[in-house]
């Protein structure tokens, strides 16, 4: 999906020419919560003026009331007309980059802290930083009022088609509407989970790819609805089967082309691989909080559903937190696992990149590749091999993110404040509470 290249004059043209008569002003919040202001298309020339305004204070993790104005800059490459349209015309969004009243981009939002990481990434010599996400959700049948209920709408499993998968055609129009909002889809396919989906969709450039998972969580929704089902990217919505990942495959360039690839290295891997690979390995516990933002991430964690628990790397095998797919050449990538689709992608992708050019700046070597299956090793084989756990709960992943200065930096001194400060009273409300499982345990046997 090539980013276009619009002019203030192509905005105009094309509102006119395609009825627009709605705009609709996408932004982030803290927790990756799609937000948005909209507005008539009377406003438009203000929009691309930059004096567009908005109270920040009502957005979680922006700024106090006493401070709440802010502007909208619109970032006029993500311009783009919805496929579906009201009586009354269509409609329009563009995703915008949040300014103080002073001009300067304000550090609590997620997409300027991205186009931050991302200016130190070209200042180490690096042109850009590649991310293919494979995001899956969940869909649920609603209930009579309208509310999601926990009823699946299909018995299938992996690569089942229908009469076995009957979200397909809810999935079959997803790509539809996708492909007609210009995503090069790659791949969609019924999940090993029942009631469970992916769609793959081309790679592009971090800040892109971070667009595009906003965007692709906004229209599965939507469309899940046409359906009269809810699609949710909650990480475990049900015990005992596979929770929702979003795996991101990543790459770096430089002017000579990927980073990653040297065709005389090991592995078909260059130096520069290996040392942003230790820098994943390094930072992986650090930046699980980040990409892994909820207390249900860590239900998803767990041994024996195919969701990464060990900090090691691999080129083979899938039990591992880092692997790398056997393509090279210009294909050549890391995958990292554990990354769930409740996570911010700007802060994710912000912090992974960051963990990796640490890596290179330091020259961190990778422990040797695990190329046996993880789960069944036991503690004694995992200790001999170096292999260390990710964080089992959101508290204790809130403790190794508060140790590491470089994820702390990755995220800005605003961000992170606000993450931590949100994230603990998350968590504490959580141990106050008392579930079903509880009660079930040890009403009657105490």
């Known amino acids: 999906m090539a980013k276009p290249e619009y002019s203030k004059d192509d905005i105009r043209q094309m509102a006119k020419d395609e009825n627009v008569k709605f705009l609709r002003l996408m932004f982030t919040d803290l927790f990756g919560t799609i937000k948005n202001v909209e507005v008539p298309i009377s406003q438009l020339g203000k929009l691309l003026d930059n004096k567009l305004m908005f109270d920040g204070s009502s957005i979680d993790g922006f700024v106090r009331i006493e401070e709440s104005d802010m502007y909208l800059y619109p970032d006029l490459s993500t ?30 939002d997620p997409r300027n802290n991205l186009i931050r990481v991302l200016d130190d990434m070209r200042k180490a010599g690096f ?20 509310k999601p209920t926990t009823e ?57 790819a971070a667009d595009n998972i906003q965007t692709f969580k906004l229209v599965v929704k939507t469309i899940a609805r046409k359906y009269g089902l809810y699609a949710t990217f909650m990480p475990k919505p049900l015990a005992g089967i596979n929770g929702s990942g979003m795996h991101l495959n990543m790459s770096l360039f430089h002017d000579q082309g990927n980073a990653f690839y040297d065709k005389n290295g090991e592995m078909e891997l260059s130096e520069d691989a290996y040392h ?63 990354v769930d689709p409740a996570a911010n992608p700007y802060l994710a992708i912000a912090v992974v990149l960051e963990a990796g050019l640490d890596g290179l700046r330091n020259k961190l070597e990778p422990r040797e590749a695990i190329d046996r299956n993880i789960y069944r090793m036991d503690a004694e ?17 809130l403790k190794d993110l508060a140790a590491d200065d470089v994820m702390r930096n990755a995220m800005g001194d605003h961000l992170y404040q606000s993450f931590i400060e949100a994230k603990n009273l998350e968590y504490n409300s959580y141990r106050t509470q008392v579930s079903e499982w509880e009660r079930d345990q040890y009403l009657e046997l105490y």
């Open 79 to 108: 311009w783009m007309i919805f496929p579906w349209s009201t009586e009354r015309g269509k409609i329009a969004r563009v995703i915008c980059e949040v300014y103080t009243t002073e001009g300067k981009p304000f550090t609590g």
């Open 127 to 146: 042109t850009d930083f590649n991310i293919g996400p494979e995001p899956e959700f969940f869909l649920f049948k609603m209930d009579e009022n309208g």
């Open 152 to 208: 699946l709408n299909d018995k299938g499993s992996y690569f089942d088609m229908a009469p076995m998968d009957l979200g397909e055609n809810c999935r079959r129009e997803i790509v539809l509407t996708l492909e007609e909002m210009g995503f090069d889809v790659e791949a969609a396919h019924h999940e090993v989970a029942p009631g469970q989906h992916e769609i793959d969709f081309k790679y592009a450039d971090a800040l892109t």
């Open 276 to 338: 942003f690979l230790g820098g994943l390995l390094k930072h992986a516990r650090s930046f699980t909080a980040i990409c892994n933002p909820i207390v249900n991430s860590y239900k998803r964690l767990v041994p024996g559903y195919e969701a990464p628990v060990y900090v090691a790397w691999s080129g083979s095998n899938r039990s591992p937190l880092i692997r790398v797919p056997n393509s090279r050449g210009l294909s050549t990538r890391l995958e990292v696992r554990s």
């Open 381 to 397: 084989e995992r200790q001999e091999n170096h292999i260390t756990n990710l964080p089992d709960t959101l508290h204790n992943a």
